[in-house]
C-alpha cells in the first residue's frame, strides 16, 4: 500500500461526489504544504553546513579532492589527529598508483587470469603494496571513526576501490567483484588521488 494521501471523490453512504471546490482546497493544502516542508528542509541543511567545524569542512572536502583537502587542512594547522591520516592516506594512495603504474609498464596487461609472474620485482612490488594499504587501512578506520564522517564514509566505494581492486590490479589478477580492467580501476583511483609526484633522481 503506499502512502500517498487518498483523496475520496464519492461519499461512502450515498455515492455523491464530493464537491470540486473541496477537493481544490485538499490539492491546494497538500501542495502548500510540499513547499512548507521543502523550505525547512533547505533551512535545517543550511544549519547544519554553517554548525560544521573547519575539521568537518575539510573531511567532506577530501572525499571529493582530498589533495585539495589537506593543503587546506595543513594551511589552517587543523588537528593533527585528522591532517595525519588524511596525509597518510594521499600519500598511500599515491604509492599505490605508482606500484599500479610500475606493474602495468612491466609486464603483461592487466586482467590477466592470474599473477604475472612470480619475478623478485614481482614481489617486492607486491610487498610495497602490502605496506602501503596496511598504512592505507588504518588511516580510513581513524578518519571513519572521527567524528560524525562515518555516516559519509559508510558505502565504502574508496575502501573498495584501493584495498581490494588496486591491490589486485597489482598482483596481476582483476577483482572479481569488480567488472572494471586494471586500467580502468587505476584512472579511477588517479580520478580521486591525483598521479602521484614523480619521484627526485
Known amino acids: 500500500m503506499k502512502n500517498e494521501p487518498q483523496i475520496f471523490t464519492r461519499t461512502d453512504d450515498q455515492n455523491v461526489p464530493v464537491d470540486d471546490a473541496?477537493?481544490?482546497a485538499l490539492e491546494q493544502e497538500?501542495?502548500?504544504e510540499s513547499?512548507?516542508?521543502e523550505?525547512?528542509?533547505g533551512l535545517l541543511v543550511e544549519q547544519d553546513e554553517e554548525e560544521q567545524t573547519p575539521e568537518q569542512k575539510v573531511m567532506d572536502l577530501f572525499l571529493k579532492s582530498p589533495s585539495q583537502a589537506v593543503e587546506l587542512g595543513e594551511q589552517l594547522s587543523l588537528d593533527p589527529e585528522i591532517m595525519k591520516p588524511m596525509r597518510q592516506i594521499l600519500d598511500a594512495s599515491h604509492e599505490l598508483i605508482?606500484?599500479?603504474h610500475e606493474k602495468f609498464e612491466s609486464g603483461p596487461r592487466f586482467g590477466s587470469s592470474g599473477p604475472s609472474g612470480g619475478s623478485a620485482e614481482d614481489r617486492l612490488r607486491v610487498a610495497k603494496a602490502d605496506k602501503a594499504i596496511l598504512i592505507w587501512q588504518k588511516a580510513y578506520y581513524v578518519l571513519r571513526g572521527w567524528d560524525r564522517v562515518g555516516a559519509k564514509w559508510g558505502d565504502n566505494t574508496l575502501f573498495d576501490l584501493f584495498g581490494k581492486s588496486l591491490m589486485s590490479a597489482i598482483e596481476g589478477y582483476n577483482?572479481?567483484?569488480d567488472s572494471r580492467s586494471g586500467e580502468e580501476v587505476v584512472n579511477d583511483a588517479v580520478n580521486w588521488a591525483g598521479e602521484p609526484l614523480p619521484k627526485r633522481a
Open 35 to 37: 513547499l512548507v516542508r
Open 39 to 41: 523550505y525547512i528542509r
Open 30 to 32: 497538500e501542495l502548500s
Open 22 to 24: 473541496i477537493l481544490g
Open 98 to 100: 605508482g606500484l599500479a
Open 175 to 177: 577483482n572479481p567483484w
